[in-house]
């Protein structure tokens, strides 16, 4: 069979199949989706196969042969983890629920919006505060809080209750 008239020696083919390689995984960590440097990755390994057994025949072979092996590879992997129980450590299966620890936001504390009250402890940015005889986990807006400040709530997101530090009136 002769040769193509590109025919070019082992180290080109290799160097064009690592080009190939190095597009594919730009392609999967840098660039989300699958776009034209996937595609070029992929026609740079195909050409660098081809090059390097110099048979479209052989080429297709030794990519049926490599989709085949990774396919066995990938079920024994597969089956392994099922027998280690590795895939239920790998999968989160907790509940955060309540008794855990894990609390919802609570609607009541939308209603602290505005009300003053007396930090416990520094807040560093976070600490607690007694507000309308309730003791709340809070954060600053940022800046160091001794204990003993009083504080106006500003905001409630989610879980966390911002307070800023009261300018001493007149």
Do not use: C
């Amino acid at each position: 069979m002769p040769y193509p008239a590109f025919y070019l020696n082992g180290w080109e083919a290799l160097l064009i199949f690592m080009i190939g390689f190095l597009a594919l995984l730009v392609e999967i960590l840098v660039i989300p989706g699958f776009g034209l440097v996937g595609l070029a990755g992929i026609l740079f390994m195909l050409f660098a196969l081809y090059l390097a057994l110099h048979a479209p025949g052989a080429v297709l072979a030794a990519l049926a042969l490599a989709i085949l092996v990774a396919a066995v590879v990938l079920y024994w992997a597969w089956r392994r983890m099922e027998e280690k129980r590795l895939l239920n450590q790998l999968i989160l299966t907790d509940n955060q629920e309540s008794k855990a620890g894990y609390l919802a936001p609570d609607p009541s504390w939308q209603k602290l919006v505005g009300k003053s009250g007396l930090t416990l402890t520094p807040l560093r940015p976070a600490g607690k505060v007694e507000i309308a005889g309730q003791v709340v986990d809070v954060v600053s807006e940022g800046e160091y809080l001794p204990g003993g400040v009083k504080v106006t709530v500003i905001k409630v997101e989610g879980q966390r209750i911002v307070v800023r530090k009261e300018k001493p009136g007149p």
